[in-house]
């Protein structure tokens, strides 16, 4: 078990460490480096040279890769070129609001998908499975700008119940203070998840209603709710689980559409504004992000599946 | 923007449903291609004196754009770009995930470890970044967005086809021929690709679909081909500054031409599997 | 009384008739065979006696359990009957078993389940350990908190047996408890049930393929055939004098040892292939330990051994498929290199696997062809027509492909696609285990026709002594990764000198009654 968990987490260290590697290579990948992306095309030599100074960029590559590795860690993620900010402080000020609105959409997605999933495989091919997963199909393949842009014209607009825009504001009160106005984007960041999560567990838990332990408990006579909730529904939960662990770039990739569809001031929105302005600092600083939480998700999931599955977490017979 | 890749994605008699969306990508194709020969409109010439006009006003069924454009005649040309795109695309990931997936389940070992390592990372860097980034290098147009769009999407083929070429390894076929003396490249591309055509195929079309859903997000952010050209994503997000304008027929027809779209080719994609999968069974 | 009264059962799966007419009765106290090769609708049976045939089945005829009507049973009344009037015991005990929940929990909710005030799962711990003393798992207290993949496979039929029993059920249904599990561990599972039988009078109704296990324990014997049964009778008299010609057909196809007399083997001078002092270790542990063993040219040498002995693994080693930590490896008195590759040929256990499902039969049987010689397409597609007839395959096969055969027919295929080069050596890893009885007596008649005409030394591993005494002149036994005892099969398979290979001999039943009732006296003496 230890063993495991070393392994993982030697992976996750690894998976890290070549982020960095890529996010180093493509700021250098940019057309005249980075200076050109701040100073912008019309700089002249001179104004580059002295830029690349000051940050440093005249020295060799693998030193400033050297430099980039060790500012990181000691969590230096630059200056934004255009907010004149440190991106870390940056983070720090949006990452909780956007932590608010993944983690609300996402728990949220996980109290629909999973009863939904359970009660389509229990209900398989009868009218009310075909209609739920028909929904179901419909909203998979709706891009998430298309399904807030819905959400905005009919919850907004036609029937004007919920603010279309976000509260803005410095801190995560703000954003509380005004509940209504986080429905919409929570609203269209729970699309996301519900619908592949449930899908996700309508096919696992089709797959673990035809196991051979489901006859035999039916042989020795247990009821069928105690065999749905007792034996199939963790089943179903082992592979479900990690599969919501390694789904963090796709929730996140969904709030960062979200958060500018709702103006909604997080990371995503960060991300977007940066990304508008060349501010390849604060789009470095919010990738790295990213990139951690997503190996911190499927460590995250590894770790629940050491715990609810005994085949992972009990050696077993030798054979 | 990555979507889930589901062991199992939708399976309610998909037969029919699968039939029915080989139907609606017929008639959407139909619609794209043949549709500008029956139904002329300018797409190339913007008409500002008959902007946003409502559906049915001087002739236009389903109105025009901000800048006059016939949005009946502007689905159909957008509709060549996004299905262009999204099947270039789709194949290239299909292809470079069979290839890398192949590699490194059949090598196993480092090699394995190392080819997997590098799809992990791949995984955890937003394919938007990625597309950000290459929009700063390259001016886009349909091979380079295929290209682009492509290149940031065959993770989730590779790790599929991994898994596939990883147990039909252990398959005895497999070491019969190997113990006989076949070498690697006749076992890869003589035993392990055929074996693996069913996935591929399969992957392929939920691939093509993730693409399409791919360039919309791309011209939503504003990075998709350089007008008068079009795709139904750039469509979608030009328009949302006209949201409360009531202008719904400026959102609805690229929307829901996405939607349609997708949702057939995930229904084919589907009935394929179950095929497949029946096949395997026999 | 009867506890199973089945009258004229008939189950359909669209037109696919699975059982068709089946009558039969067992007795408190009665263990009832129901015998039959794959496909013959046995354990349909089985399933269809609890109601536990999916939806799909159309089932027709009456089933009546302790006298209640199972067909007209409502929901609660079949599940109050289910466990309670009757157990059921499966093949697979590690997939019967739910992984995640430690045995305690699953043997205490056979009890909770007809406790008329359920409690909570501890409350039956005490009850809990006593059934599992009964089925004979020892430290059954500490393995109450195991999970099921903590137990060997004997221990988890054992577990399994437990909760058939647990409610105090009349019947027992068990669909070939003893097929995954090694014979030695066969053999005890086997008096378990006679035990019960004879101590709690339970009725038993055995599904299985084997006859020796059917002369060994059954009272009374159903021979299935397409869903039919075409004979029954007692097993003594069955056995004795079968009197449908299937039945005489099964009983001939089932191999016995010291059928086959041993010629004086010579000595031999040159090995086509020489293993010494073979070492492997998987994550530090020893799973094959310093075994020798060599194959004559035209020698064909027996490995057996019960799952875990390293028999698989020392065959890989010889095809280079594994590399041993220590020892060499010898073939055709060299390494094994390309060159050498074509004069060697292999066959698999499983039939499902062995052939590339996207091939034709002919492209398969011509591969090696392929690779190592430069034969124009006539010359093999020549050859290929040759090899179907040495192993017995209509020429009409030649375009099907893997699917569209039967597991014998597949195995065939296996075998001309390993002679088709005249090989020197034929490494072959329980070829025929996955087989009927009477396939396995065919495909086993082809290997020795090929065996004849090509001349080659065989590698023959198998987990059954009477199949090695049948084909193998030499045999060597395997326990635990070591060479037990080597030796002519004529010396080893009658006089064995080893304990072990006799507990092996004792413990494989034969096909008849009174022979296995002798050596269960002698086994418990």
């Known amino acids: 078990m230890t063993r495991f968990l070393a392994r993982r987490l030697l992976l996750a260290l690894i998976v890290v460490f070549l982020v960095t590697v890529v996010t180093f290579v493509i700021l250098h990948l940019l057309p005249g480096g980075p200076a050109r992306g701040v100073l912008g095309v019309k700089a002249t030599q001179a104004q580059i040279d002295a830029f690349n100074r000051a940050e440093g960029f005249d020295q060799s590559i693998p030193l400033q890769y050297w430099d980039y590795l060790v500012r990181l860690v000691h969590g230096d993620l630059g200056t934004s070129y255009t907010l004149n900010t440190d991106v870390s402080t940056l983070l720090g000020e949006r990452l909780p609001k956007t932590l608010l609105l993944t983690a609300t959409s996402t728990l949220l997605g996980i109290l629909v998908a999973l009863p939904l999933g359970v009660w389509q495989a229990v209900r398989r091919g009868r009218a009310s499975d075909v209609v739920t997963t028909g929904l179901a199909f419909v909203l998979y393949a709706t891009p998430v700008f298309f399904l807030s842009l819905v959400l905005i014209i009919l919850f907004a607009q036609v029937l004007p119940i919920f603010p279309a825009q976000a509260a803005q504001g410095d801190d995560i009160a703000s954003l509380l203070s005004q509940p209504a106005s986080l429905v919409l984007p929570v609203l269209a960041g729970t699309g996301v998840t519900a619908v592949a999560y449930s899908r996700y567990m309508r096919s696992s838990t089709v797959d673990n209603l035809a196991e051979d332990y489901v006859r035999t408990a039916r042989a020795k006579g247990t009821p069928e709710r105690t065999i749905l909730w007792r034996h199939v529904w963790p089943n179903s939960l082992t592979s479900v689980v990690s599969m919501i662990g390694y789904s963090v770039p796709v929730v996140f990739s969904g709030s960062l559409v979200v958060e500018s569809m709702f103006n909604y001031p997080g990371v995503g929105l960060l991300f977007w504004t940066a990304a508008r302005n060349a501010d390849f600092p604060v789009l470095l600083g919010v990738v790295l992000v990213i990139a951690v939480t997503t190996v911190l998700g499927s460590l995250l999931a590894d770790v629940v599946q050491l715990l609810i599955d005994p085949r992972v977490r009990v050696p077993g017979v030798k054979s | 923007m990555t979507t889930i890749a589901l062991p199992t994605r939708f399976a309610v008699g998909s037969n029919r449903l699968a039939t029915a969306g080989a139907v609606i990508l017929g008639l959407v194709v139909l619609f794209c291609l043949a549709g500008p020969l029956a139904y002329h ?59 890398w997936g192949a590699l490194a389940g059949y090598a196993g070992g480092w090699l394995d470890a190392v080819l997997m390592r590098i799809v992990d990372t791949g995984v955890a860097i937003p394919a938007l970044f990625l597309l950000l980034v290459a929009a700063t290098l390259v001016t886009p147009s349909i091979p380079v967005l295929s290209l682009v769009i492509g290149g940031v999407s065959w993770l989730v083929p590779a790790r599929l086809m991994r898994a596939e070429a990883a147990t039909l390894r252990e398959r005895d076929f497999v070491k019969a021929i190997t113990v006989m003396g076949a070498g690697r490249l006749r076992v890869v591309f003589g035993h392990l690709l055929p074996n693996a055509v069913g996935t591929l195929v399969v992957a392929g079309t939920f691939q093509i679909a993730d693409a399409i859903l791919l360039v919309a997000y791309v011209s939503f952010l504003g990075l998709g081909v350089p007008p008068p050209a079009t795709d139904w994503g750039a469509m979608l997000s030009k328009s949302i500054t006209y949201t409360y304008d009531g202008a719904w027929w400026l959102i609805l027809p690229p929307g829901i031409a996405i939607v349609l779209v997708v949702c057939a080719i995930n229904f084919v994609g589907d009935g394929l599997r179950d095929a497949f999968a029946a096949r395997g069974r026999a | 009384m009867s506890v199973l009264e089945i009258t004229d059962l008939r189950v359909s799966y669209g037109t696919a008739v699975a059982v068709d007419g089946l009558s039969v009765t067992v007795a408190r106290g009665e263990i009832v065979a129901l015998v039959g090769e794959s496909g013959s609708g046995k354990s349909t049976v089985a399933l269809a006696a609890l109601g536990l045939l999916p939806r799909s089945a159309h089932v027709d005829g009456t089933i009546t359990v302790a006298g209640k009507n199972v067909r007209e049973a409502t929901g609660e009344e079949l599940r109050q009957l289910r466990g309670r009037d009757a157990g059921m015991v499966f093949q697979e005990p590690m997939t019967a078993l739910n992984p995640l929940h430690t045995i305690e929990f699953q043997v205490a909710e056979a009890i909770r389940n007809h406790d008329p005030e359920p409690r909570r799962h501890k409350h039956y711990r005490d009850r809990c350990v006593q059934l599992l003393e009964r089925v004979g798992v020892p430290d059954a207290s500490k393995r109450l908190k195991q999970y099921p993949h903590q137990l060997s496979g004997g221990l988890r039929q054992r577990a399994l047996i437990a909760i058939a029993i647990a409610a105090g059920p009349g019947l027992i249904l068990a669909d070939e408890p003893t097929t995954s599990l090694d014979v030695t561990v066969q053999q005890q599972i086997l008096d378990l049930l ?10 038993t109704l055995l599904i299985t393929h084997n006859l020796g296990v059917v002369a060994d324990i059954a009272d009374r014997v159903l021979v299935l055939r397409n869903g039919k049964v075409v004979e029954e009778a007692d097993t003594d008299a069955l056995f004795a004098n079968p009197r449908h010609a299937y039945t005489r057909q099964l009983l001939a196809a089932v191999p016995r040892l010291g059928d086959t007399p041993h010629d004086e083997e010579p000595e031999r001078d040159r090995t086509v292939l020489a293993l010494r002092d073979i070492t492997v270790e998987y994550h530090g542990r020893k799973v094959v330990d310093g075994v020798s063993l060599s194959v004559g040219p035209g020698e064909f040498v027996g490995l057996v051994g019960e799952s875990g002995s390293g028999k698989t693994t020392l065959a890989q080693c010889a095809l280079g498929l594994v590399t041993p930590r220590g020892g060499t490896v010898d073939v055709f008195g060299g390494k094994l290199t390309h060159k050498a590759r074509r004069r060697l040929g292999v066959v698999f256990q499983d039939p499902a696997s062995s052939l590339d499902p996207t091939k034709t039969v002919e492209q398969t049987i011509a591969e090696p062809m392929v690779i190592h010689t430069r034969t124009s397409r006539a010359e093999r597609r020549r050859r290929v027509r040759e090899l179907m007839d040495a192993v017995e395959l209509p020429q009409a096969l030649l375009d099907r492909r893997g699917h569209e055969l039967s597991g014998g027919q597949r195995q065939r295929v296996g075998l001309a696609r390993a002679v088709v080069l005249g090989p020197d050596l034929l490494i072959a890893d329980e070829p025929t285990s996955a087989l009927d009885v009477s396939v396995q007596a065919a495909v086993l008649d082809v290997l020795e026709r090929l065996h004849q005409e090509f001349g080659f ?39 064995p000198e080893h304990p072990y290979t006799r507990a092996l001999l004792l413990a494989s039943p034969v096909p008849d009654p009174a022979a296995q009732r002798d050596r269960r006296r002698l086994a418990t003496a």
Do not use: K, N
């Open chain 3, 457 to 495: 030394g065989c590698l023959f591993i198998s987990h059954d002594l009477a199949v090695v005494d049948r084909v193998c002149s030499r045999v060597a036994v395997l326990r635990g990764g070591q060479l037990v005892e080597q030796g002519p099969c004529a010396t080893v398979l009658h006089t």
């Open chain 2, 41 to 99: 409109s300018d797409q190339v010439h913007t008409a500002l004196d008959a902007a946003r006009l409502s559906p049915g006003q001087q002739g236009h069924p389903l109105g025009t754009d901000d800048l006059g454009y016939d949005v009946l005649g502007r689905l159909m040309v957008a509709g060549r770009t996004s299905l262009a795109i999204g099947v270039l695309a789709g194949l290239l990931a299909t292809a470079i995930g069979a290839v």
């Open chain 3, 194 to 203: 006679r035990d019960i039988r004879d101590t709690e009078g339970t009725g």
